[in-house]
Nanobody, 122 residues
């Protein structure tokens, strides 16, 4: 399986910016579409952002358009999620995911990182 690992600051203040990273040791990372999702307790896993192979396609959830940006660096086998103007309601466990096809729905992804808890305090 593709091994993914999220990293970044876990505790931030409202209004802060945060960049999450998701690194993979997979040599064929360039072939995978990548997604970012989040899940808060008692809520469904929520789609945030999608990026296709070679960054040809990007897509975002309406709730984060204009605040979040997904990018990838295939030379580093890493996908990023830049989050600006964070709000307390952004508090959740954030996951990256990989799939040879991918999309905007969580059940389309085969491989997942373990997730990282991000808490936004006011």
């Amino acid at each position: 399986q593709v091994q993914l690992a999220e990293s970044g600051e876990r505790l931030v203040q409202a209004g802060d910016s945060l960049r999450l990273s998701c690194a993979s040791l997979e040599n064929a990372f360039v072939l995978y579409s990548m997604g970012w999702f989040r899940q808060a307790p008692g809520k469904e896993r929520e789609f945030l952002a999608f990026i296709s192979q070679q960054s040809g396609i990007r897509d975002y959830a309406d709730s984060v358009k204009g605040r979040f940006t997904i990018s990838r660096d295939d030379a580093k086998n890493t996908v990023y999620l830049q989050m600006n103007d964070l709000k307390p309601e952004d508090t959740a466990v954030y996951y990256c995911a990989a799939d040879l096809r991918g999309g905007t729905k969580w059940d389309l992804y085969e491989y997942w990182g373990q997730g990282i808890q991000v808490t936004v305090s006011s």
